[in-house]
Structure formats: structure tokens, C-alpha cells
């Protein structure tokens, strides 16, 4: 069964960055793109960008442009997405594979800015 | 970034029907089709539908969605407490180049 498993909690100063990965498992990770959905608290749902797996090529939203950068590693099947963090960067990050939309998506990590 | 407009709330009685409604423009919904999210609290969301009508294998035939021209719209019937969530409607906008959400509408079950 298709599962996207992410990376713990992180706690960052602003100003610092953090990675957060998500490992994909059954299916093939090359064939599909990997999205970047964050989500503030008691807030809505706002997209990062997306990676290909397949040739590593990216679109980031114009918001992140500069501030973020989305990797991949093919040998262990598992998407990264970094962030240069501001004070109002504190959300859950998500991954999500991209099949006709969204279709799995990763537990969420939460990422918490706090001087 | 410009996104979707979805009304907050609605709220609905056990076994009613209720109907989630999602606005947007020519370069998203009425272009390129809509697809609804279900987010249960603490969860990570869960696609419902997408290309406007599409269920995933596995989603209950109580929830059916469609679009008329700009404004996609998410019906489910026979309301049960376990449907009381967050549902997002989200789409590729072909002008910003960049998917885009609604603001999400919580369903409360009464």
C-alpha cells in the first residue's frame, strides 16, 4: 500500500532552516510528482511547490521563490523539502503525492518558529 | 496568492444532505476541474473527488461531487457524525501556475 512516512517535530529559531523528508513506499516514487502542502494552525491549506522525482525538475509557489528548496533522493525513495524560516513559518508540513490531485498524503511534520 | 472562496461553515442535521459550494475563475475550477479534501481533526487531509466528479476506490457513494462553470460544488447525503470535518476544494491555476485551495468550510452535524 502507497505510504508517505515524514520526519519528526522540529523547533527553529527564525532565521534558521529546517528539512523535513518523507519517505514514499509502495509504489514506484519516480512516476509521480511530490507536492508541499503547509497548513498554520486553525488555519487553511496553502501549497509549497512540487518536486519530480523522476529528474529532479521543480515549481515552487511565488510566496516561497528564494526561500525554499525541494530535493530528492532516488536510491532511498525519499522527497525533502527545505524551508528558510520566518517567526510566522510555525505549521504542519505536509508532503503529497500527486495522481489526479492529491491523492496519499504524509502524516505532516510540525514546525515550530520560536525565538 | 488568490485562491477559492468557500463559505466557513455549514451545519447540517443527522441523516440530511448537505452541500459544500467552491468558487473560482476560469483559470482553475472552470478550467482545469476541482477536486475536494476531507480533513478530519488531527489528520492529514484525504482526497474525495477530483476532475470535478471522480471518487477514489474506497470513498463512500454518499459524497458526489460536480461543476457548473466556475463554482464546484461537493453533496453528501445521509450525514453521520463521522462526517463532521474540514472539506477543501483545490485546483491548478493555469494563470498563477500554482495549485490553489479554498479556505476550507468545517461541516458540523447536528
Known amino acids: 500500500q502507497v505510504q508517505l512516512v515524514q520526519s519528526g517535530a522540529e523547533v527553529k529559531k527564525p532565521g534558521a532552516s529546517v528539512k523535513v523528508s518523507c519517505k514514499a513506499s509502495?509504489?514506484?516514487?519516480?512516476?509521480?510528482?511530490m507536492h508541499w502542502v503547509r497548513q498554520a494552525p486553525g488555519q487553511g491549506l496553502e501549497w509549497l511547490g512540487w518536486i519530480s522525482p523522476n529528474n529532479g525538475s521543480t515549481t515552487y509557489a511565488q510566496k516561497f521563490q528564494g526561500r525554499v528548496t525541494m530535493t530528492r533522493d532516488t536510491s532511498i525513495n525519499t522527497a525533502y523539502m527545505e524551508l528558510n524560516l520566518r517567526s510566522d513559518d510555525t505549521a504542519v508540513y505536509y508532503c503529497?503525492?500527486?495522481?489526479?490531485?492529491?491523492?496519499?498524503w504524509g502524516q505532516g511534520t510540525l514546525v515550530t518558529v520560536s525565538s | 496568492q488568490a485562491g477559492l472562496t468557500q463559505p466557513p461553515s455549514v451545519s447540517k442535521g443527522l441523516r440530511q444532505t448537505a452541500t459544500l459550494t467552491c468558487i473560482g475563475s476560469s483559470n482553475n475550477v472552470g478550467n482545469q476541474g476541482a477536486a475536494w479534501l476531507q480533513q478530519l481533526q488531527g489528520h492529514p487531509p484525504k482526497l474525495l473527488s477530483y476532475r470535478n466528479y471522480s471518487r477514489p476506490s474506497g470513498i463512500s457513494e454518499r459524497f458526489s461531487a460536480s461543476r457548473s462553470g466556475n463554482t464546484a460544488s461537493l453533496t453528501l447525503t445521509g450525514l453521520q457524525p463521522e462526517d463532521e470535518a474540514d472539506y477543501y476544494c483545490?485546483?491548478?491555476?493555469?494563470?498563477?501556475?500554482?495549485?490553489?485551495f479554498g479556505g476550507g468550510t468545517k461541516l458540523t452535524v447536528l
Open positions: 509502495g509504489y514506484t516514487f519516480t512516476d509521480y510528482y
Open positions: 483545490s485546483a491548478w491555476d493555469s494563470s498563477l501556475s500554482a495549485w490553489v
Open positions: 503529497a503525492r500527486e495522481s489526479e490531485s492529491f491523492d496519499y
